[in-house]
């Protein structure tokens, strides 16, 4: 066992609904030595993947491991040193005798996800440990679902987009290019959702829009986006879907 490889799961564990979570996601949990979650550091209190993780395997060894996540831009000191004490807690883990740990986080590992900064700051001093992740479901799948609307058909482009900084992003989308009848999905838009709501109405987007905000949570909200005015919360996602005209349009 000693020489055992060391192995670094990042887990997908959902938008927030514990039932989310895929079968090889809560084994890779089950047969962890050690689950490590994010919190928010300044906050000690149960973070939304330690609760869908405590659903299924109230018991696991559980490490919280303090993040920025209230962080708003770029590359800060506080942003820094959070990534670098994450990482000493799992390499830590790792020295003590742990071989396998697996970091749960929200919706999917490789998708916004706090997880790639922690595995490249593990592997910058861990060369040796093996990095994989399981992926999971995400907010927009959630949305989808929830609200019957068909994320993409036939030739749609399908655009993921952050909506946390401002809506250049969307409003180029949005434009008269190539990628003008895309389904858009917009992530963390929830307080410029007033100027997103605006650049979707400007391009006779707004009515055809949904949104929801702290998917598969219990306090879950969907809404009509032409029903929705005013800040939401951070935590919200937007999926403008394309235009179809009638079944097999866009094959």
Same mark, same amino acid.
């Given at each position: ?87 000493? &807690? ?67 482009? &399908? ?19 190539? &990628?003008?009848?895309? #389904? ?21 987007? &707004? ?5 929801? #905000? ?34 097999? #349009?866009?094959?």
């Amino acid at each position: 066992m000693a020489d055992e490889t060391a192995v670094l799961t990042g887990v997908g564990v959902g938008p927030g609904d514990p039932q989310l979570l895929t079968l090889r996601g809560l084994a890779v949990l089950r047969d962890a030595d050690l689950v490590v979650v994010p919190v928010r550091d300044d906050a000690d209190e149960e973070g939304h993947a330690e609760r869908i993780v405590r659903a299924h395997l109230p018991d696991a060894p559980l490490l919280r491991a303090p993040f920025a996540l209230t962080e708003r831009h770029g590359v800060t000191g506080r942003r820094s040193n959070a990534w670098d004490r994450a990482a000493a &807690l799992v390499t830590d883990a790792f020295a003590g005798g742990a071989r396998r740990i697996a970091f749960a986080t929200i919706g999917d590992p490789n998708v916004y996800s706090t997880f790639g900064y922690l595995a490249e700051t593990v592997r910058g001093t861990r060369p040796d440990v093996t990095v994989t992740t399981v992926p999971g479901i995400t907010a927009m799948q959630e949305l989808a679902a929830a609200s019957g609307t068909v994320l993409c058909e036939g030739r749609e482009p &399908l655009i993921l987009l952050p909506a946390n900084a401002d809506t250049a992003l969307l409003e180029t989308v949005l434009g008269d290019g190539p &990628l003008a009848g895309a #389904s858009v999905v917009a992530y963390k838009g929830g307080r410029r959702w007033p100027a997103l709501r605006a650049a979707l109405a400007a391009r006779g987007r &707004l009515t055809a829009a949904v949104v929801g #905000s702290r998917l598969g949570r219990p306090d879950q909200a969907l809404a009509a986006a032409d029903a929705v005015e005013g800040e939401l919360p951070y935590l919200t996602t937007v999926l403008a879907p394309a235009a179809r005209t009638g079944r097999g #349009s866009k094959l």
